[in-house]
């Protein structure tokens, strides 16, 4: 069982930066992959991005592709996603997830999701 809560949203305007961060508990954080889902309001629940267990491999959608940059510290159970050059258009409630099974951008198969932090970004 793996518990996730994700922390460091807010409001902020156009060009500027937040870091997300989604404290795990429970055992083997490292054997999960982990990922940032994002749901803007009247739309369906995209991928973000992902990081395998080692922090090795990642994966990024198009959007943010250098904008944004995720990692993991294993010791401290936590991933973070590093946001910068925000836009409007990432205005949505950012999910943290965890999948035993490797990184992958189908939100389907993974197990364990967090509550969700607002972003909102300003024009």
């Known amino acids: 069982q793996v518990q996730l809560v994700e922390s460091g949203g807010g409001l902020v305007q156009a060009g500027g930066s937040l870091r997300l961060s989604c404290a795990a508990s429970?055992?083997?954080?490292?054997?999960?992959?982990m990922s940032w889902f994002r749901q803007a309001p009247g739309k369906e629940r995209e991928f973000v991005t992902s990081?395998?267990?080692?922090?090795?491999?990642?994966d990024y959608t198009d959007s943010v592709k250098g904008r944004f940059t995720i990692s993991r510290d294993n010791a401290k159970n936590t991933v973070n996603l590093q946001m910068n050059s925000l836009k409007p258009e990432d205005t949505a409630v950012y999910y943290c997830?965890?999948?035993?099974?490797?990184?992958?951008?189908?939100?389907?198969?993974?197990?364990?999701w967090g509550q969700g932090t607002q972003v909102t970004v300003s024009s």
């Open positions: 990081i395998n267990w080692s922090g090795t491999i990642t």
């Open positions: 997830a965890a999948n035993r099974g490797g990184t992958t951008r189908n939100d389907r198969l993974y197990e364990y």
């Open positions: 429970g055992r083997a954080f490292s054997n999960y992959a």
